[in-house]
């Protein structure tokens, strides 16, 4: 079975920045889309990036020219680089892998993340 760990979140001023890392456990890396999802309190929840096996990536409105996605398949994980922290960056991030053949979501418990003076 699949299981995600979100590590990274924390509490930072506006304009610091801020690394997350998600560990991949349970199957064939690979084989699997792997994405950064935030949800604000009252908000729905929102795609932040998401990098496919290939490498390509795609990013939210909101994030594109501050926010990275990487992903190392040595390493079973994916990050999310964040810059120029805004306070509506405060979420909780979720690190969610859809895989391509069965079209499955898995998705991590999420880590917080408060951009605030």
């Known amino acids: 079975q699949v299981q995600l760990v979100e590590s990274g979140g924390g509490l930072v001023q506006p304009g610091g920045s801020l690394k997350l890392t998600c560990e991949f456990w349970g199957s064939t890396f690979s084989i699997f889309v792997m994405g950064w999802y935030r949800q604000a309190p009252g908000k729905p929840r929102d795609m932040v990036a998401i990098?496919?096996?290939?490498?390509?990536?795609n990013f939210g409105d909101s994030v594109k020219g501050r926010f990275t996605i990487s992903r190392d398949h040595a390493k079973n994980a994916v990050y999310l680089q964040m810059n120029s922290l805004e306070p509506d960056d405060t979420a909780v991030y979720y690190c969610?892998?859809?895989?391509?053949?069965?079209?499955?979501?898995?998705w991590g418990r999420g880590t917080q993340v408060t951009v605030s003076s």
């Open positions: 969610n892998a859809h895989n391509v053949r069965t079209r499955n979501d898995y």
């Open positions: 990098i496919s096996p290939g490498y390509s990536t």
